[in-house]
C-alpha cells in the first residue's frame, strides 16, 4: 500500500506507483516520490494498483505536471476501471497521455 | 460524530476537530449503511461522491479557499500547503448531514455547512479547456455523474443530493 518509486536500469524512466487508495492521505510521500526526478526522465504513474481515487488525487497528478513542466513526459498507466471513470469524468485525457 | 434521530431520516454532525479526522468518509459510509440498504458495488461511489461533497464543504464553505484561489490564481501545491495549515488551524465551523430515503432505490443526502455559502456554478457543469487546470471544480463533476440530482439550496452552504442506492 502507499506509494512507491522506482527508477529503470538505464535511468531514463521513473516509475510511481501509487497502490490502494489515492487521496489525500498519501499527499506527502506523492510528493516525495518526485522531487528527485531528473529533467528530461519519463515518468509513469502506474494506478494498476490504485482501488481509490477522487478529485485531491486529480489535484495532486495537476500538482505532478506543474512541478515537471514541459521537462518531462508524464504517461499513466493501467488505471483500474474505478480509476479511469474518475479520470475520464475530469477529462484528464485531455490533459495525460494514458496507457491500458 | 453525533447521531441525532428524526422522523424517518438520519442526522449527523461533525465539528471543526471532527473535520480534521481524514477517516470521517470511510465511518460516514459505515454509518449510512447501517440505517439505508446500499448495494456493495455502490458503496464506493457513495464514499467518492460524500468524499467530494465533503471536501467541498470544508474547502470553500468553511475554509473560504476559493476567494483566495479567485483572487490570486495558485497552483495546486500551493492550494494543497494552505489547505493544510488552515484545516490544521481550525477550531470552528460544522457540517450536518441528513439522509431519507426518497424512493425505494434511493436515498436523499442532505449536506449543509456553517459557512456564509459559495456560489456554485449552476446547469450543467463542462470540462473546457479553459477550466480543466482550476485549482477546484472537479469534485463537483464527480458528485454530478455519480448521483441522480444535485440542486444547491439557500446562499449556497446546502446541496441536496439524490443517489442510487441499487
Redesign the interface.
Known sequence: MGVTAHRSENGEEVTVTVAGRFDYRVYDSFKASYTAIDNGQQINVDLSKTEYMDSSALGMLLMLREHVGKAADILIVNPTPDVHRVLSIANFDKLFAIKQ | MQTLAQAQACCWRFDSAELKD?ALVEKLVSSISREFTVASERK?DL??VL??VV?NSIDHGILGLDSTVKKDPI???Q??ISR?AKLAELTQGSIEISVEQSAADCIRISIQDSGPGFSYPTGELK?T?EN??L?YG??L??IQ?LCESMTHIGNGNCVVLDFATQ
Open positions: 481524514t464506493r464514499e467518492l468524499t467530494e471536501t497552483g495546486f501545491e492550494y494543497f493544510a470540462q479547456p480543466l487546470l485549482a472537479r469534485g463533476l464527480i455523474k
